[in-house]
């Protein structure tokens, strides 16, 4: 089956600093990625809808700024955490469907957990 | 937007037994409604899915029910196992095409716990 990456799978940083986590979907062509956050024992919420070659959609309440999102190619997409501070300590989680299909089915990655010292 | 109800938020069953979670949604154009697992520390994992042109479905051991009208969704699962214990997630999504192709929105979560 499809597979989706993440890197890195857990990442502790100093309040300020930035972080980038990396999606990958390692067998098909993602034209879109999703990503998602979650904080402990809650719900997956999703932040921004990451498009191939275009700018990325954030959902309402979620800082554009803060959260930078790339997406250079079919098959990564990136979440730049910037200035991050213990507030963002969460659980980060990539999803992607391919553009050749049409299910609706999307692939998940593992997820990163951040921590911010 | 969506908004997609779970319950219960906790479940505990002895192994051999029935779990039942139920969630209700609000978009009468969602369309396409998935169930995950969540093991600790780890992403999703797609269990089921059902779409809005069919009542029922079945894999095994799981199962899921729609019913558009109420605009609520079923996970079935018939004799657990220790090993189903985890997270259960379910969704809802339009994917009806557009901008909101993909986009879920997720119920509460139901903490599964089967006991030997």
């Known amino acids: 089956g499809a597979v989706v990456s993440q890197h890195p799978s857990r990442v502790i940083c100093k309040s300020g600093t930035s972080v980038k986590i990396e999606c990958r979907s390692l067998?098909?062509?993602?034209?879109?990625m999703f990503w998602y956050r979650q904080f402990p024992k809650q719900s997956l919420m999703l932040m921004a809808t990451s498009n191939e070659g275009s700018k990325a959609t954030y959902e309402q309440g979620v800082e554009k700024d803060k959260f930078l999102i790339n997406h250079a190619s079919l098959t990564l997409s990136t979440l730049t955490v910037t200035s991050a501070h213990p507030e963002d300590s969460s659980f980060y989680i990539c999803?992607?469907?391919?553009?050749?299909?049409?299910?609706?089915?999307?692939?998940f990655g593992e997820g990163s957990r951040l921590t911010v010292l | 937007g969506e908004n997609v109800e779970q319950h219960p938020s906790t479940l505990s069953v002895q192994e051999g037994d029935s779990a039942v979670i139920k969630c209700t949604y609000s978009?009468?154009?969602?369309?396409?409604f998935p169930w995950y697992k969540q093991e600790l520390g780890k992403g999703p994992q797609l269990i089921i899915d059902i779409r809005s042109n069919v009542g029922e479905k079945k894999d095994q051991r799981i199962a899921v029910t729609l019913n558009k009208t109420a605009k609520h969704f079923s996970l079935h699962i018939t004799e657990t196992q220790p090993e189903d214990s985890a997270v259960y997630f379910c969704?809802?999504?339009?994917?009806?095409?557009?901008?909101?192709?993909?986009?879920?929105?997720f119920g509460q979560g139901t903490i599964l716990t089967v006991h030997p």
């Open positions: 969704a809802a999504s339009n994917n009806a095409g557009g901008t909101s192709y993909g986009k879920l929105t």
């Open positions: 067998d098909f062509q993602a034209t879109t």
């Open positions: 978009d009468s154009a969602s369309n396409y």
């Open positions: 999803s992607a469907r391919s553009g050749g299909r049409n299910t609706g089915e999307l692939f």
